[in-house]
C-alpha cells in the first residue's frame, strides 16, 4: 500500500511539473535575431591546426661525420610543409626555440606540430626512414631558426625563411 501510495504521489509530482501553464505567459516581447550569413568558410582561429595547401619539401636528417639537417636551409611559401626524414645518426627531431619566435608564430607551430614531445618539439626519429611532416600553413612570413636537441651542441641547426 507504501508503494501504491508513493507511485500516486510521484505522478502528481510529474504531472504537475510538466502541467500546461498559461500560454500568455510563455510568449515573450524580445525580437527575433538572424541567423549570420554563411556566404563564406571562416578563416581557422589563430592557433588551430592548419593543413598543408602547398609544396612539401624534404629536408634529410644526418649523422654521419658531422651532424646536419639537408639542407640546412630553406625557403618556403607559406602553407607550405615540411618533410623531415630521418636518414642516420639517431636520435633526430625538429624543434624550435619559443624566445625566439613571436606569440602568433609561436603559437601556430604549435598547433600545426602534431604529437610534441614538448613544447615546439617534435618526437625522436629513431630509425632510417622515419618522417615528420610540419605545416607552415598560418605561419607568418619570416625567417625561423629550428634545431636537433639531442644534437645541438653539434651544430646540428636549421633555418626555415617563410615567405607570402
Known amino acids: ?56 619539401h624534404e629536408v634529410k636528417m644526418v649523422g654521419d661525420a658531422t651532424f646536419r639537417y639537408e639542407p640546412a636551409e ?24 619559443a624566445t625566439l619566435l613571436p606569440a602568433d608564430v609561436k603559437a601556430q607551430l604549435m598547433a600545426n606540430m602534431p604529437n610534441q614531445m614538448s613544447e615546439l618539439s617534435s618526437p625522436m626519429m629513431m630509425n632510417a626512414n622515419e618522417e615528420y611532416t610540419l605545416s607552415f600553413a598560418g605561419v607568418a612570413p619570416g625567417t625561423y631558426e629550428y634545431f636537433c636537441t639531442p644534437h645541438l651542441a653539434m651544430g646540428m641547426k636549421g633555418k626555415v625563411t617563410v615567405t607570402p
Open 1 to 56: 500500500m507504501r508503494f501504491l501510495g508513493f507511485a500516486v504521489v510521484s505522478a502528481a509530482m510529474l504531472l504537475g511539473a510538466c502541467g500546461g501553464g498559461d500560454k500568455a505567459a510563455e510568449t515573450t516581447d524580445t525580437p527575433a535575431v538572424e541567423a549570420p550569413a554563411m556566404d563564406a568558410p571562416a578563416a581557422p582561429a589563430a592557433g588551430a591546426a592548419q593543413a598543408i595547401t602547398g609544396t612539401i
Open 74 to 97: 630553406i625557403t618556403i611559401k607559406a602553407g607550405d610543409g615540411i618533410k623531415f626524414i630521418m636518414v642516420s645518426g639517431a636520435p633526430h627531431n625538429v624543434a624550435f626555440d
